[in-house]
C-alpha cells in the first residue's frame, strides 16, 4: 500500500546533526499526525495538522519542529536531539482530525548517538 | 494512571484457540473506541471499531463496558496470521472531527503451530 508514504526508513544521528522526516499522503486527507512509538510505550501523539494548520502540539520539546507546506505533505525537522529520542516515527493521516480510521506510514526508524 | 491501559502479554497461544485481550480506559468521557492491529516492525492499521452492543466480524468479537470501562477483543480458532501486537484505541475530547486518539501500548500475540 503507497497511500502514507515516509523518508528515510532508517536514520541514524549524532546528538549534533540536524535532520529532517518526510512524510507524504496520497488519500485527500485533511488532516496529518506525526507520533512517536518508543519500545514498551504506547504511541505518543506529537503534532497534529488540519488543512496545513496546527491544531495541537502535545508539549513535544523544540528540538522537533514540524513543518506543513500542504495537505499532502508533512516535515518533521530534527536538531540537536538526545539519546532518548531514539524511537519509531510514525506518521498518519486521516479524512479530517479525531477520526478513528487513521492511516499510518511505514515510519522512520531513528537512532540517535 | 494511564489513559489507556493493557496487559502487554505476550500471550502464546496454539492455532485454533481462543484468546481474549482486555483494555481500560481512564476517561469516562470517552466517546468511541477501537482495536488496530500492529504487525511486527509494520505500522498500525484499523482492526475494528467498538460498539456499546458488541461487534463481530468473522473471527474477532469486540465489546464494551461502558460501566466499567473495559474493551475486550476475542479472537477465535487463531491463525498463525493472528500473530501481531492489539493496540486499544479510544477517543477522548470531542467527537467526529474534535476528538483525540489515545493508543494503549498494545497486547501481544503469538500463535504457535
Known amino acids: 500500500e503507497t497511500g502514507v508514504t515516509q523518508t528515510p526508513r532508517h536514520l541514524v544521528m549524532g546528538m549534533t546533526n540536524k535532520k529532517s522526516l518526510k512524510c507524504e499522503q496520497h488519500?485527500?486527507?485533511?488532516?496529518m499526525y506525526w507520533y512517536k512509538q518508543s519500545a514498551k510505550k504506547p504511541l505518543e501523539l506529537m503534532f497534529v495538522?488540519?488543512?496545513?494548520?496546527?491544531?495541537e502540539n502535545n508539549s513535544v520539546p523544540s528540538r522537533f519542529s514540524p513543518e506543513c507546506p500542504n495537505s499532502s505533505h508533512l516535515f518533521l525537522h530534527l536538531h540537536t536531539l538526545q539519546p532518548e529520542d531514539s524511537a519509531l516515527y510514525l506518521c498518519?493521516?486521516?479524512?479530517?482530525?479525531?477520526?478513528?480510521?487513521?492511516?499510518f506510514g511505514p515510519g522512520t526508524r531513528l537512532l540517535v548517538l | 494512571r494511564k489513559e489507556v491501559e493493557q496487559d502487554p502479554g505476550p500471550f502464546n497461544v496454539p492455532e485454533g484457540a481462543t484468546v481474549a485481550f482486555n483494555c481500560t480506559y481512564s476517561?469516562?468521557?470517552?466517546?468511541?473506541f477501537f482495536w488496530y492491529r500492529q504487525d511486527c516492525r509494520k505500522e498500525p492499521k484499523l482492526l475494528m471499531s467498538?460498539?456499546?452492543s458488541g461487534n463481530e466480524d468473522g473471527r474477532f468479537t469486540a465489546q464494551l463496558n461502558r460501566a466499567s470501562q473495559y474493551i475486550s477483543l476475542l479472537i477465535r480458532d487463531s491463525k498463525l496470521s493472528d500473530s501481531a501486537t492489539y493496540l486499544c484505541?479510544?477517543?477522548?475530547?470531542?467527537?467526529?472531527?474534535?476528538?483525540?486518539?489515545?493508543f494503549g501500548q498494545g497486547t501481544t500475540l503469538q500463535v504457535k503451530p
Open positions: 498518519a493521516s486521516s479524512q479530517d482530525p479525531g477520526r478513528e480510521t487513521q492511516y
Open positions: 488519500l485527500g486527507h485533511n488532516a
Open positions: 495538522y488540519s488543512l496545513e494548520e496546527r491544531v
Open positions: 476517561n469516562s468521557a470517552s466517546q468511541s
Open positions: 467498538v460498539y456499546s
Open positions: 484505541v479510544v477517543i477522548v475530547g470531542g467527537s467526529g472531527n474534535t476528538g483525540k486518539l489515545i
